[in-house]
């Protein structure tokens, strides 16, 4: 299993592997591996050379951006290969909820500076879908731009999406001006699934990012949607009360995973979107 590309890497690193690769479960996109070396345990990655370029990008910029939260280490990358430091898995507990959101609330407080305030300097990945980050100044533009109305046409041509449910989707893209506010954009980790956050010796750790600036609750409405946050970890988030218009704000910031999952994985997720969609229009 240590191909050419592989030992040259961990060469390059000084790395000398002592056991052979285990497997780790969860990377439903890339492979993923734990290895003993003599400097010890670290995680390997095998994917798309573009997108484990994005991913080291994302890992180094979330932990410039935290103090809170552990993210692992990048080691090195080439070949289609990324080499991160190893984590050490602890239970979840409500004090490692409140560490979560008190880390996020610190990660979205990291504004734009110098640059147009939406987007990222490179496109990533979110899953196996290439994730366009070409910046701009209004979020709402955005949103609208460069996450809904790509999704919903790839859905569409794709026999994903019918015709009507499609028009919706443009009319709640092209509407976003009528109800929400523009902010400047935060930084956000962006693929933030329940999968994604780990509970380590180390406190909350986030791990396989798909980094750009946006509204944070893109991060919060992934939270919710593929997993359960609890009361602790929004006391701690909010720091007081939530945004009064938090739902319409979460169903929105579910679209785009959701018509993601849906070009993935096929038309279980339709009436998914469908729900939603009715949510943003009815106003949460």
């Given at each position: 299993?240590?191909d050419?590309?592989?030992?040259?890497?961990?060469?390059?690193?000084d790395?000398g592997?002592?056991?052979?690769l285990?497997?780790l479960?969860?990377?439903?996109?890339?492979?993923?591996y734990?290895?003993?070396?003599?400097?010890g345990?670290?995680?390997l990655?095998?994917?798309?050379?573009e997108r484990l370029?994005?991913e080291?990008?994302g890992l180094?910029?979330l932990?410039?951006?935290?103090?809170?939260l552990?993210?692992?280490?990048?080691?090195?990358?080439g070949?289609?290969w990324?080499?991160m430091?190893?984590?050490t898995?602890?239970?979840?507990?409500?004090?490692?909820?409140?560490?979560?959101?008190?880390?996020?609330?610190e990660?979205h407080g990291?504004?734009a500076?110098g640059?147009?305030?939406?987007g990222?300097?490179?496109?990533n990945?979110?899953?196996a879908?290439?994730?366009?980050?070409a910046?701009?100044?209004?979020g709402?533009?955005?949103?609208?731009e460069?996450?809904?109305l790509?999704?919903?046409?790839?859905?569409h041509?794709r026999?994903?999406?019918?015709a009507?449910?499609?028009?919706r989707l443009?009319?709640?893209a092209?509407a976003l001006?009528d109800?929400l506010p523009?902010?400047?954009?935060?930084?956000?980790?962006?693929?933030?699934?329940?999968?994604?956050v780990?509970?380590?010796?180390?406190?909350?750790?986030l791990?396989d990012?798909a980094?750009?600036?946006?509204y944070?609750?893109?991060?919060?409405?992934?939270?919710?949607?593929f997993?359960?946050?609890s009361?602790?970890?929004?006391e701690?988030?909010?720091?007081g009360a939530?945004?009064?218009?938090?739902?319409?704000?979460?169903a929105?910031?579910?679209?785009y995973?959701?018509?993601n999952?849906?070009?993935?994985?096929g038309?279980?997720?339709r009436?998914?979107v469908a729900?939603?969609?009715?949510?943003?229009e009815?106003?949460g």
């Amino acid at each position: 299993m240590f191909d050419d590309a592989l030992m040259a890497l961990l060469d390059r690193l000084d790395l000398g592997p002592r056991d052979s690769l285990e497997p780790l479960s969860g990377g439903d996109i890339a492979a993923v591996y734990r290895l003993a070396t003599d400097r010890g345990e670290v995680v390997l990655k095998r994917d798309d050379p573009e997108r484990l370029a994005g991913e080291a990008e994302g890992l180094r910029a979330l932990k410039a951006a935290t103090t809170r939260l552990a993210v692992p280490e990048v080691w090195g990358e080439g070949d289609g290969w990324l080499v991160m430091e190893a984590l050490t898995p602890a239970r979840r507990t409500a004090a490692g909820e409140r560490a979560l959101g008190e880390g996020l609330r610190e990660l979205h407080g990291v504004p734009a500076s110098g640059e147009a305030s939406h987007g990222w300097a490179r496109d990533n990945a979110c899953g196996a879908t290439p994730q366009p980050n070409a910046p701009l100044d209004d979020g709402r533009a955005f949103q609208r731009e460069r996450r809904l109305l790509p999704l919903a046409r790839a859905c569409h041509d794709r026999g994903l999406l019918d015709a009507r449910l499609r028009e919706r989707l443009e009319a709640v893209a092209q509407a976003l001006e009528d109800w929400l506010p523009d902010a400047s954009g935060r930084r956000v980790h962006g693929d933030l699934w329940s999968g994604n956050v780990l509970y380590t010796t180390r406190g909350p750790a986030l791990i396989d990012p798909a980094v750009y600036r946006h509204y944070p609750e893109v991060d919060l409405a992934m939270l919710t949607l593929f997993g359960a946050p609890s009361e602790a970890f929004f006391e701690a988030y909010w720091n007081g009360a939530a945004p009064a218009d938090w739902p319409r704000r979460e169903a929105l910031f579910q679209l785009y995973p959701l018509l993601n999952h849906l070009l993935l994985f096929g038309g279980a997720y339709r009436d998914a979107v469908a729900r939603a969609l009715t949510r943003v229009e009815r106003g949460g």
